[in-house]
């Protein structure tokens, strides 16, 4: 693009009032760009003249020197141009008020020795800005060279049905994929279902025949039955699905990544890539690489991973003292409900009627918890279990022993309606043993609602244990991705394919993949339908998003692309391994293959590159890396006690609004602190931290989400990884006698802008008490 | 792509109601490519969770998945914002609606910078509703700093009084206009979500429990705003009465909710909000004594389940399984004694605490206010959703009581819905 540069000086909001707007203007001029102020740039005549010099100049790449990016987004749009936002009020006027630095006085104008902290802060933002305008370029999207719009649904059960009938019924083609000979999964066990609409008062028979029969008759379905999936290759818009029979054995079938021990030689020491490549391939014999695109996949542009749960199986001995494993009439909900569906409910010991049966939420032992894998669901279905018993024999008794009958929400009144029967005895209480008496059973429960110990006769016991997730026992979506088959963090959900965000639930590490039903959670059917149709809106978002080249969320929108120079690469792999998303795979040399579709632009494979040949149209190494080497780091050679300089890389999810916010507030930090948004910690080069230490900066903070278990990172590893590339700097900073803490890490929450200015401050204040940096002024 | 029949560019969709559900529901439908019109009669966007503190089981701000949100509407051209505006009236049918919109006026135009001069300059003051009246307000207010859109409102309370007058002469940017009109928009749309959300249950209803009568008993929703930093008392839990660091605090369940006199169903939420606003009594005050009554403590899933073991771990928080039947005051202290029938050990617990949280319910708006529509209700306010029929749907709380993780999946499923029904017309 041929730039034709403006810069933009606003003077509103107090700008004009606290900084020498002519002096400041003299800045661009002196590196050769055109500056216009104005009073107020937002205003109808500031307006006025940015669209003359848009239109009629050409401008096409503005410096506005105003107010933050965050605010008058809309007011300062100019398509097919850049535009930089230098953020004179907040970052400088509004948290830097002259009352602290004072303005020099008449007299001080022509005092060399006079530090006007306020004003060089604002002439560094505006070098800053105008050095990143020259650097960036506008992006081009990323357009396939083939895009698929067919969506795959994993799992004929409820969940994959209705997801697959809610996508064709927006227009898209689907092909769903079933394990079993016949779709229903789970439901089609059921004797009936709970209900799922409003009065949620009775039992429903189960709706999944008439869902199968919707599917068929809905146009646009191709479903297979019998089918798994091997392996999934490719990008969202372009995946190579290999199918295949269950227990079949293909050479599409997914490979996985090497075990950690299997990485090293007998030294401990790393492989190099290519004997790497040589032991995946042995460790995955018979299975071709992930860069082997099978001839006869099938294409399609995203998943939906709807492949549901399997019931708990309990361990040996595990429930030894509810009797079960030894007595053949203490079954879990799951059998009861097989038992239920074939008939009147009878014992499998002996086969007579069941007409005292005993339900047991909690496995007890001293904890109130219910058994794992449970949820809302698990007490609904207990209830409606209590009601088959009712059904089958008119005198029949049901007891529920629960610690606490979780029927959330409108599913209230189905418990409420249940309660009205009486026959089903509802009590809180903990099932200390179930054992044998004579023919039947003897429940004995204690702390119950009832005041003394209890003890029941039961001709069955029926234990509420849970429902699994099926991506306990196996990877499913077999993703031939260099990160493994799976998705990469279940285990912090309990194996569930669930998100990590409460705001955002289908977001996972996966782009293109959304999980629906008991897969992510577990949840009744009316949930499941629901769940379901948001999966097919993501997938359908998806797809629309990488046919028009841009990222999905949270960059939602973005057109650029990772971007790599390989004639570089030393085939390190660090971007390979540390992309949250798995966005990039390798070859046999350990070359990088980068899948743009499958990538959230977080710029962690920028972050992590030692080499740096990684980066994006407006954001790159020498984008961020000339800003840090624009500030001005005064020396002794200017002033006998020169200011600290110290670089804040903030991130601009949460940090960069905290701060914002803090100005809001008046909030006063630091003026020797010059700060640059990225778009992730993970994205931070250590490039910019040697280079702002080699420039004589004093010090150098990140400052970004939290991370850890519950972490608030919104591209889910950034802000972690971050943290683990600053202790590893640790090193090289000793080696350059310069001190660890010169550089620090600290995680901030949105709502965490009054503890900002003390962060900043203490951290400024630390890099005081070591002294400036030695290299300043070389 | 399968011919015409996938996602046309024609076609908008009318989103009614700006908070979380709203939000989510307008996002993704735009980012599918539809034109989305989302009208919220508040003038800032983020309902009820933008006066939360924390959301749990994350202990997370709320306002992190809003920032997100608001800069994916700040680049996506197709979503159209309606602040301070609401729907008058509905006409026509699946695929073809139109729809009357009265847009309130804000009195304070595009030019406003947020500088604060408009409050600074007002004298009088009037009470914040978005902190239930526990801290009052200037006429000319921003209703919370990362309030969106970013611009003041000037309440209309204020209007032709000596107030107005001073937040006009204040403004240097030309920004208050003391002229604005209300007017009314007619948008022609194919489908409309109703995403209107809820509000706090009248917890002056609930005879026995002295809400109104005592003042050192809160509803949850005002325990957020005490918690919060952006709340009147900074982040700090003081009691009403005397502004004391409560060192105990009692925290009554199903106070309204499951209950035939006043909710008759379970509000899905409070038994998780209680534990969570337990920690954070517990982060202000290390040693105080809290007390949770509940009927059932419901942890509806893994995640909410492994949040209640970590509280259940503390020493000095007692759950004790007894709705409370009374409360009563001492008047010198101001201290408040909660009696609840102990279910299980079958005792009378009588407990003093010097301030107690009434975990109230949540009704949905269409309880007392009708929508101008011809929409399906449940006998307790919540929208039916007819999915035969399309066109119109229900997103959130509007449709029945849930968490926010299941309000964003329900209403990304309606935001599909919605296309659905452009697609099909």
Redesign the interface.
Known sequence: MDKKYGVYICE???IGEALDIEKLGEVPKEEGFPVKTCP?L??KEGLALLQKEVADEGVNTLVIAA?SR??L???FRFDGCIVDRVNLREQVVWTHPRSTYPAPTEEQKDDETFIDHVQMMAEDYLKMGMARVEKVELPEPYKLET?N?KILVIGGGVSGISAAI?AA?????VTLVEKEASLGGNAKKWRQQLPG???YEDLIPPAIESKINELENTA?ITVKTETVVARIAGEPGDFTVTLKKPGEKTEFDVPYPLPEEMKVDDKGKELDAEALHAKFMEYNKGKKDILSFDPNGEKFGAVILAAGWRPYQPKEGEFAHLGFGELPDVVTNHQFEEIAARGKITRPSDGKDARSVVFIQSPGQGD???FS?T??VTSLVTLKQAKYVREDYADAKAFVF?Q??????????FY?SIQQDPGIFLT?GEVSSVSKNGDGLIVEAD???L?EKVQVKADMVVLATGMVPVTADDPVVNLAYRQGPGFRDNAL??E?ADS???????ETQRTGIYAAGAIR??MTVE?AV?????A???A??CL??V?RGVS???R??DMTFPDFFFQRCTQCKRCTEECPFGAIDDDEKGTPKPNPARCRRCGTCMGCCPERIINFADYSIDSIGSMVKAVGVPSEDDYDEPPLRVLGLVCE??AY?ALD?AA??RLAYSADVRLIPVRCLGSVNVIWIKDALAQGMDGVFLLGC?HGD?Y?C?FVKGSELADIRMKKIGDALSSLALEEERVAQFQV??????KLPQIIDDFVASIEEMGPNPFKGF | ???E???PASGSILVVGGG?SGLTTA???A???YEVFLVEKNPYLGGRVAQL?Q?F?????????????F??I???PRIKILTLSEVESVTGGPGNYDVAVKVNPRFVN??C???GECAEACQAEIASEYDFGMQNIKGAYLPF??AFP?RYVIAPEIIGTADATRAKEAC???AVDLEMEAKTLNLNVGAIVWSTGWQPYDAAKIDNLGFGQYPNIITNMMMERLA???GPTRGKILRPSDNKEPQSVAFVQCAGS?DENYL?????ICCMASLKQATYVRERYPDAKIYIFYI????????Y?RFY?TI?ADENIFLI?GKVAEVSEDASTHHVTVVAEN??T?EKVHQEVELVVLATGMQPTAATDKLPADLQY?ADG?I?NDFEKGGMFAAGCAN???D???S??????????A??TL??R
């Open positions: 509103g909001c107090g107020i937002c205003g107010c965050r605010v987004y809309d007011v895009l719009k809610d019924k927006t227009g898209y083609e609409t409003f009065p646009n109130d918890k219910d894998y949820g809302a629960y606490h009958m979780r029927t959330v929400g409108l599913t209230e009144n409420k809180k702390n119950t609602l005041g959900f309990d569930y990590n965000f409460i705001c955002f639930p289908y959670r577990s949930e629901e769940d379901a149709a948001g097919a809106l993501k359908i978002q629309e998003s046919s999905v969320h949270p939602s929108g999810n949460d609004p916010i809001f507030n939290k519950d608030q919104h929450a949105i709502d965490e802008y009054d | 792509m399968t011919g029949k996938a996602a979380i996002i993704e439908a980012e599918v490519g503190n959301y089981p994350k202990l997370c701000p709320p306002t992190c998945g809003l920032e997100i949100n800069r994916r700040k680049d996506n595009e030019k910078t947020c500088c700093e990362m970013a240097k940017y030309d919060s930093p952006n499951r008759p169903y379970c509000s899905y059932d403590l419901r942890a509806a899933g893994y995640r389940e073991q259940k399984k279910a299980v079958g449940t919540f039916i029945k009581p849930a926010v993780v299941s964003n999946q329900n209403a990304t499923g309606m935001a599909l819905k296309i659905q697609v099909n």
